[in-house]
């Protein structure tokens, strides 16, 4: 358990630059104060101890501002950058080295609407990052490496190494290789960040080369020139 809470502390050094040093860390990380809270009422949760372990999990929400069932699996290297208002539910699951930042809901389905056993929440890989105000709803999977971006809402599975957007979210268009570099906030800032955007450019680099071709052709053609003026006379 030491051991576990002492890897949690040190995978914050490599993902936030403004941690000093462990006992910082230890002190004033709300993050690290949930995730320890986490594991000792997720052992409760194990043991069949129900309400002492919602007990302990409601006193963490209380100091934290971050709820997390005590139902929750959580992988290791587990960082929460902030923390308020995040809210993790009972059947969802969390890999390893994962990072979310702050007002990111794992939320459940009803049961009633449950098509998957009794998965209610979602099911997060390894090395994945949820970007602030993210909402991932039902029992989806996100797959390793993926970035969800801040306040995008997700309903459907997430492949591995696919980036998120916007409501609610697409695919970003993916890079010619995975880049498994950190990226804060999960949220792309290059010039194909939104990929709605991107195809609008599209659309409008194969208008313009369209219309470049349609002038050639009436400028070989004097016959062709003058119906299309025609068309355009109406």
């Not at 986490?38 to 052992?43: E, K, V």
């Not at 890079?175 to 792309?188: I, M, N």
């Not at 052709?217 to 119906?227: G, R, Y």
């Amino acid at each position: 358990m030491f051991k576990r809470i002492i890897n949690d502390i040190d995978s914050v050094f490599a993902r936030d630059p403004a941690a000093r040093s462990r006992t910082e860390i230890l002190l004033c990380y709300p993050g690290i104060h949930a995730l320890i809270f986490h594991r000792a009422s997720h052992g409760l949760w194990k043991c069949r101890l129900k309400l002492p372990a919602r007990l302990l999990s409601t006193i963490s929400r209380f100091i934290t501002g971050i709820d997390i069932h005590p139902g929750a699996t959580i992988g290791q290297r587990f960082f929460i950058d902030h923390g308020m208002g995040v809210v993790i539910g009972e059947t969802a699951t969390i890999g390893n080295d994962v990072t979310i930042y702050h007002d990111v809901t794992l939320g459940g389905s009803s049961p009633a609407d449950d098509a998957k056993g009794s998965l209610r929440h979602p099911q997060i890989g390894n090395n994945v990052i949820i970007g602030a105000g993210a909402q991932l709803l039902g029992p989806i999977k996100v797959g390793d490496f993926a970035r969800i971006g801040s306040n995008a809402v997700v309903f459907k599975d997430v492949e591995a190494d696919t980036t998120m957007v916007g409501i609610p979210a697409r695919a970003v268009v993916e890079k010619a290789a995975p880049d498994h570099h950190f990226e804060a906030y999960g949220t792309p800032k290059d010039e194909e960040a939104d990929p709605v955007v991107a195809l609008l450019e599209k659309l409008r680099n194969d208008v313009a080369n369209l219309r470049m071709r349609v002038t050639e052709l009436e400028a070989e053609n004097a016959d062709l020139a003058d119906s299309a003026k025609k068309w355009e006379n109406k």
